[in-house]
C-alpha cells in the first residue's frame, strides 16, 4: 500500500471517527424508539435525585468558602432558595413521579423535554451566583468557586448522561459563559482555568455520550433479543401446535391426547374427581379405503374429524389417536360419557358424500371410568381399549363400558396370553379332522383340519380364543405352520381321494412370511397341492385387499384351491365376488340351521345358483339334521359337513370313522345317532339333484 494510501485512509478513518462521535444529529434528537424513551426515564428517576443533591451540597459548600467576605444578607436568601427549590425537586424525583411502566411514551417524551429545558435557569442561576462570588472573594476563594462550578457541571453532566440534549446544554451554559466572564476580567490565569476546565467538561460530555450510545445499544440489543425471543417462543409454540395436532384431521393427536389424560388423572386424584376415556374405532373403514383408494379414505377421516370437532368443547377433548381410532376424553360421569357416545354413534351413522360415493362407516366405542377402571393414565387408557375391542367383536355400532365382568375376562385372557407365549406348541397343539361329504355319492371328499390346543398351564382352549389371542400377540404364524405341518402329517394315512381345507387366520393371509412358510411345507412333505384347500374370510381380505389377493394368486398358481369361509355373513357384491380368485364357498352355518325359513332359504337357492353361475364348489357347513341334508341336497347342493355325518376327530379316530363307514356300506348297517353314509346313500334317490346342478 502506498503512503498515500495510507493517508487518505486515515484522513477517512479520521473524517468517519467525527462523524460517527461529535456531529451525530440524532445524538441531539429525542429518540422515536419507546423503549428508549423508557429506559432513559428509569435511569433519570435514579440520577437526578443525585443531582439535586450535589447542587445542595454545592450551596452549603460556598456558604462554608465564602463566609466573611459576602454579606449574609445576600448569599443567605440565595442559598436558602437554591437549598429549598433542589430539595422539592429531589423529593418531587424520588417519590411523586410514576413507575416507567404507568407512563405512555408520549407522556415520558413531555417529561424528557421538560427536564432538558429546566437544565437552563437552573444553570443560569448557578452560574451567576458563581459570578457574584467571584467579585466579593479574594484569589484564594474565586479559585474555589471556579473548583465548585466546575465540580458542578462536571457532576450535573453525569447524571445527566443519559439526556445528553440536557448535558449538553449544561456544558454551554456554564462553561462557554464563564470562559467569556473571565475573557472581560482579564485575569489570564482564571481565564487558563476557565478553558482548561470547558475542554475538561467538554470530554467528559463525549464520555458521557459514549455511554448514552452504549446505553442505546444495549436497549436495542435487548428489544431486537426480545423480538427474536418472541419469534423463537412464538415458533416453539407453533411447533407444539404443530407437534400436538393431527395433520390431517387438525383434531388433537395421540402425544396431546395422553398428555391430558395424565394431566386429568393427576388433577381427579388431588380433588378426588372422575372422568371418563373413550376409544373410538370406525367399523368398515378398511374396505373403503381398499376399493375406493387411500385418498377418498384420507378425505372420509377429514370429513369424519370435522364432524367430531363439532362436539369438543370444554367438558370434551376429542383427538385422532391414529389410523381411524379417535380418543374421548369425557369431563363427567358414566351418563354424560354414554349421551355423547349415543350422539357420536348417531353422528357417524350418518353417510358421508366423497366424490361422487355414498359411503357409510359408523363406529364404536369404549368407555372406561376414572377411577373405578383403572388409577392411572395407562391403565384406563387400555381398558377403554380393551372395552372396543369386546364391542367391536360382539356388537358393531354400539358402545359399552369397562365392567368388572370385562375385567375379570381381561384377566382370564391375560393368563390365556402368559399360557400361550410360554406353550411348546409342537406338543400341545394338533388337529382335529372333520369329514366334508357328496351329497350325491354319498362319499368322503375331504377332510378339514380344525386347530386344537390344549394347554399344560390352563388345558383346553377354545379355538376362536386362543387364535384371537395368538393375533394379538403376532405369533399367529408359527402356530399356523405347526397346525399345518401336523395336518399335512395326517394326509398320509389317508386315501388319495380325500382332500385337506386348511383355515388361514386374517393375519395369514397377509403374511409373506406366513405363506413361504406354508408353500414350503407343502413341498417338503411331497403333498400333491391340488389335494389342499385353504379357507379364507371375506375379513381377512378386507384387512389388506391388495396384499391378500398377491398371496392367493401365489397359492394357487402352485395348485392349491381357495374357500372363502363364511360366506354371506360379509359385505361382498356380486361384482366384488366375481373377481376374487377363488374355487369354493362355503355357505355360514346361520343360513344352513335355519333351512325351515323362506327367507333363508331363498338366500341359500341364489348362493348356490350364483355358485353355479360362478362355475365354484359349493360347501353347506354346520349341517346337524337329516332333514338339513335332504333339503340341501333336494336344492342342488353337493357338498357339506356338520355334526349330521360325523363329529371332528383326530386322525385315529378319522381312520377308524372310514374303515366302520366302509363296513357299513359293505353290510348295509346302519348305527343310530349319526347319519351313516350308507344310509344317506340308500335315500338320496328319494331327493334326486336339482335338474343342472353339476357340482
Given at each position: 500500500?502506498?503512503?498515500?494510501?495510507?493517508?487518505?485512509?486515515?484522513?477517512?478513518?479520521?473524517?468517519?471517527?467525527?462523524?460517527?462521535?461529535?456531529?451525530?444529529?440524532?445524538?441531539?434528537?429525542?429518540?422515536?424508539?419507546?423503549?428508549?424513551?423508557?429506559?432513559?426515564?428509569?435511569?433519570?428517576?435514579?440520577?437526578?435525585?443525585?443531582?439535586?443533591?450535589?447542587?445542595?451540597?454545592?450551596?452549603?459548600?460556598?456558604?462554608?468558602?465564602?463566609?466573611?467576605?459576602?454579606?449574609?444578607?445576600?448569599?443567605?436568601?440565595?442559598?436558602?432558595?437554591?437549598?429549598?427549590?433542589?430539595?422539592?425537586?429531589?423529593?418531587?424525583?424520588?417519590?411523586?413521579?410514576?413507575?416507567?411502566?404507568?407512563?405512555?411514551?408520549?407522556?415520558?417524551?413531555?417529561?424528557?423535554?421538560?427536564?432538558?429545558?429546566?437544565?437552563?435557569?437552573?444553570?443560569?442561576?448557578?452560574?451567576?451566583?458563581?459570578?457574584?462570588?467571584?467579585?466579593?472573594?479574594?484569589?484564594?476563594?474565586?479559585?474555589?468557586?471556579?473548583?465548585?462550578?466546575?465540580?458542578?457541571?462536571?457532576?450535573?453532566?453525569?447524571?445527566?448522561?443519559?439526556?445528553?440534549?440536557?448535558?449538553?446544554?449544561?456544558?454551554?451554559?456554564?462553561?462557554?459563559?464563564?470562559?467569556?466572564?473571565?475573557?472581560?476580567?482579564?485575569?489570564?490565569?482564571?481565564?487558563?482555568?476557565?478553558?482548561?476546565?470547558?475542554?475538561?467538561?467538554?470530554?467528559?460530555?463525549?464520555?458521557?455520550?459514549?455511554?448514552?450510545?452504549?446505553?442505546?445499544?444495549?436497549?436495542?440489543?435487548?428489544?431486537?433479543?426480545?423480538?427474536?425471543?418472541?419469534?423463537?417462543?412464538?415458533?416453539?409454540?407453533?411447533?407444539?401446535?404443530?407437534?400436538?395436532?393431527?395433520?390431517?384431521?387438525?383434531?388433537?393427536?395421540?402425544?396431546?391426547?395422553?398428555?391430558?389424560?395424565?394431566?386429568?388423572?393427576?388433577?381427579?386424584?388431588?380433588?378426588?374427581?372422575?372422568?371418563?376415556?373413550?376409544?373410538?374405532?370406525?367399523?368398515?373403514?378398511?374396505?373403503?379405503?381398499?376399493?375406493?383408494?387411500?385418498?377418498?379414505?384420507?378425505?372420509?377421516?377429514?370429513?369424519?374429524?370435522?364432524?367430531?370437532?363439532?362436539?369438543?368443547?370444554?367438558?370434551?377433548?376429542?383427538?385422532?389417536?391414529?389410523?381411524?381410532?379417535?380418543?374421548?376424553?369425557?369431563?363427567?360421569?358414566?351418563?354424560?360419557?354414554?349421551?355423547?357416545?349415543?350422539?357420536?354413534?348417531?353422528?357417524?351413522?350418518?353417510?358421508?358424500?366423497?366424490?361422487?360415493?355414498?359411503?357409510?362407516?359408523?363406529?364404536?366405542?369404549?368407555?372406561?371410568?376414572?377411577?373405578?377402571?383403572?388409577?392411572?393414565?395407562?391403565?384406563?387408557?387400555?381398558?377403554?381399549?380393551?372395552?372396543?375391542?369386546?364391542?367391536?367383536?360382539?356388537?358393531?355400532?354400539?358402545?359399552?363400558?369397562?365392567?368388572?365382568?370385562?375385567?375379570?375376562?381381561?384377566?382370564?385372557?391375560?393368563?390365556?396370553?402368559?399360557?400361550?407365549?410360554?406353550?411348546?406348541?409342537?406338543?400341545?397343539?394338533?388337529?382335529?379332522?372333520?369329514?366334508?361329504?357328496?351329497?350325491?355319492?354319498?362319499?368322503?371328499?375331504?377332510?378339514?383340519?380344525?386347530?386344537?390346543?390344549?394347554?399344560?398351564?390352563?388345558?383346553?382352549?377354545?379355538?376362536?380364543?386362543?387364535?384371537?389371542?395368538?393375533?394379538?400377540?403376532?405369533?399367529?404364524g408359527n402356530i399356523t405352520t405347526t397346525l399345518f405341518t401336523k395336518a399335512l402329517a395326517s394326509m398320509a394315512a389317508l386315501p388319495v381321494d380325500i382332500d385337506l381345507s386348511f383355515n388361514l387366520s386374517t393375519r395369514d393371509i397377509v403374511t409373506s412370511a406366513t405363506i413361504d412358510m406354508l408353500i414350503a411345507a407343502i413341498v417338503d412333505q411331497q403333498v400333491d397341492p391340488q389335494r389342499v384347500t385353504f379357507e379364507i374370510t371375506e375379513t381377512a381380505l378386507m384387512q389388506d385387499y391388495d396384499t391378500a389377493i398377491a398371496h392367493i394368486e401365489r397359492?394357487?398358481?402352485?395348485?392349491?384351491?381357495?374357500?372363502?369361509?363364511?360366506?354371506?355373513?360379509?359385505?361382498?357384491?356380486?361384482?366384488?365376488?366375481?373377481?376374487?380368485?377363488?374355487?369354493?364357498?362355503?355357505?355360514?352355518?346361520?343360513?344352513?340351521?335355519?333351512?325351515?325359513?323362506?327367507?333363508?332359504?331363498?338366500?341359500?337357492?341364489?348362493?348356490?345358483?350364483?355358485?353355479?353361475?360362478?362355475?365354484v364348489e359349493c360347501i353347506a357347513e354346520g349341517v346337524e339334521t337329516s332333514d338339513d341334508c335332504f333339503t340341501l341336497k333336494g336344492m342342488g347342493c353337493n357338498l357339506a359337513q356338520g355334526f349330521a355325518f360325523a363329529r371332528p376327530m383326530d386322525i385315529a379316530s378319522l381312520q377308524t370313522w372310514l374303515e366302520r363307514e366302509n363296513g357299513r356300506a359293505a353290510d348295509g348297517r346302519a348305527r343310530s345317532g349319526l347319519l351313516s353314509l350308507p344310509a344317506f346313500a340308500e335315500l338320496h334317490e328319494r331327493f334326486p339333484t336339482r335338474a343342472g346342478a353339476?357340482?
Amino acid at each position: 500500500m502506498t503512503k498515500q494510501a495510507e493517508r487518505s485512509g486515515a484522513a477517512s478513518a479520521d473524517r468517519r471517527w467525527i462523524s460517527a462521535y461529535w456531529l451525530k444529529p440524532k445524538s441531539w434528537a429525542f429518540s422515536d424508539d419507546p423503549d428508549v424513551l423508557i429506559g432513559q426515564y428509569a435511569n433519570l428517576r435514579r440520577q437526578v435525585p443525585l443531582l439535586y443533591l450535589l447542587l445542595i451540597i454545592i450551596a452549603f459548600a460556598s456558604v462554608y468558602l465564602m463566609a466573611g467576605s459576602v454579606p449574609i444578607l445576600i448569599i443567605g436568601p440565595v442559598v436558602g432558595l437554591f437549598v429549598t427549590v433542589a430539595s422539592i425537586r429531589m423529593v418531587w424525583w424520588l417519590w411523586f413521579l410514576p413507575e416507567p411502566g404507568e407512563l405512555d411514551v408520549s407522556e415520558v417524551r413531555a417529561l424528557l423535554r421538560r427536564t432538558t429545558w429546566a437544565v437552563l435557569p437552573i444553570c443560569l442561576s448557578y452560574l451567576g451566583y458563581s459570578f457574584l462570588l467571584d467579585a466579593f472573594g479574594d484569589p484564594g476563594q474565586r479559585a474555589g468557586v471556579a473548583i465548585c462550578l466546575v465540580m458542578t457541571a462536571i457532576g450535573c453532566i453525569f447524571c445527566l448522561m443519559h439526556l445528553p440534549q440536557a448535558a449538553l446544554l449544561v456544558n454551554l451554559t456554564t462553561m462557554v459563559p464563564y470562559a467569556l466572564y473571565q475573557v472581560i476580567s482579564g485575569n489570564e490565569t482564571f481565564l487558563m482555568v476557565s478553558l482548561i476546565a470547558g475542554i475538561v467538561t467538554t470530554l467528559m460530555f463525549r464520555v458521557s455520550l459514549n455511554a448514552h450510545e452504549t446505553f442505546i445499544e444495549l436497549i436495542n440489543s435487548r428489544s431486537e433479543l426480545a423480538a427474536q425471543r418472541g419469534e423463537a417462543e412464538r415458533l416453539a409454540s407453533e411447533n407444539a401446535s404443530f407437534a400436538m395436532t393431527d395433520a390431517l384431521t387438525g383434531l388433537p393427536n395421540r402425544r396431546l391426547f395422553l398428555a391430558r389424560l395424565d394431566d386429568r388423572v393427576q388433577q381427579s386424584i388431588r380433588d378426588r374427581g372422575s372422568f371418563v376415556v373413550g376409544v373410538l374405532d370406525l367399523d368398515r373403514f378398511k374396505p373403503v379405503n381398499d376399493i375406493y383408494g387411500h385418498a377418498v379414505g384420507d378425505q372420509l377421516l377429514v370429513e369424519v374429524g370435522q364432524r367430531l370437532q363439532s362436539l369438543s368443547g370444554a367438558n370434551l377433548l376429542i383427538a385422532r389417536l391414529g389410523g381411524d381410532e379417535f380418543g374421548l376424553l369425557v369431563d363427567g360421569d358414566d351418563d354424560a360419557a354414554a349421551a355423547i357416545g349415543a350422539q357420536v354413534i348417531a353422528m357417524l351413522h350418518q353417510p358421508f358424500q366423497i366424490d361422487g360415493q355414498r359411503l357409510s362407516v359408523g363406529c364404536s366405542i369404549g368407555f372406561a371410568s376414572f377411577p373405578y377402571a383403572g388409577a392411572s393414565a395407562s391403565v384406563i387408557f387400555d381398558r377403554a381399549d380393551y372395552a372396543l375391542y369386546t364391542v367391536k367383536a360382539d356388537r358393531r355400532g354400539a358402545f359399552a363400558f369397562f365392567t368388572p365382568h370385562l375385567e375379570t375376562r381381561l384377566r382370564t385372557e391375560t393368563e390365556l396370553e402368559a399360557a400361550l407365549l410360554s406353550a411348546d406348541l409342537a406338543n400341545e397343539l394338533g388337529i382335529a379332522l372333520q369329514p366334508i361329504i357328496c351329497l350325491r355319492t354319498a362319499q368322503v371328499r375331504g377332510v378339514e383340519a380344525l386347530a386344537r390346543w390344549h394347554s399344560a398351564r390352563i388345558g383346553d382352549t377354545a379355538p376362536t380364543r386362543f387364535i384371537d389371542a395368538a393375533e394379538r400377540l403376532n405369533i399367529m404364524g408359527n402356530i399356523t405352520t405347526t397346525l399345518f405341518t401336523k395336518a399335512l402329517a395326517s394326509m398320509a394315512a389317508l386315501p388319495v381321494d380325500i382332500d385337506l381345507s386348511f383355515n388361514l387366520s386374517t393375519r395369514d393371509i397377509v403374511t409373506s412370511a406366513t405363506i413361504d412358510m406354508l408353500i414350503a411345507a407343502i413341498v417338503d412333505q411331497q403333498v400333491d397341492p391340488q389335494r389342499v384347500t385353504f379357507e379364507i374370510t371375506e375379513t381377512a381380505l378386507m384387512q389388506d385387499y391388495d396384499t391378500a389377493i398377491a398371496h392367493i394368486e401365489r397359492l394357487r398358481a402352485m395348485g392349491v384351491a381357495i374357500a372363502l369361509d363364511d360366506f354371506g355373513t360379509g359385505f361382498s357384491s356380486l361384482s366384488y365376488l366375481s373377481r376374487l380368485p377363488i374355487d369354493k364357498i362355503k355357505i355360514d352355518r346361520s343360513f344352513v340351521s335355519n333351512l325351515a325359513e323362506p327367507g333363508v332359504h331363498k338366500i341359500v337357492t341364489a348362493i348356490l345358483t350364483m355358485c353355479e353361475t360362478l362355475d365354484v364348489e359349493c360347501i353347506a357347513e354346520g349341517v346337524e339334521t337329516s332333514d338339513d341334508c335332504f333339503t340341501l341336497k333336494g336344492m342342488g347342493c353337493n357338498l357339506a359337513q356338520g355334526f349330521a355325518f360325523a363329529r371332528p376327530m383326530d386322525i385315529a379316530s378319522l381312520q377308524t370313522w372310514l374303515e366302520r363307514e366302509n363296513g357299513r356300506a359293505a353290510d348295509g348297517r346302519a348305527r343310530s345317532g349319526l347319519l351313516s353314509l350308507p344310509a344317506f346313500a340308500e335315500l338320496h334317490e328319494r331327493f334326486p339333484t336339482r335338474a343342472g346342478a353339476s357340482r
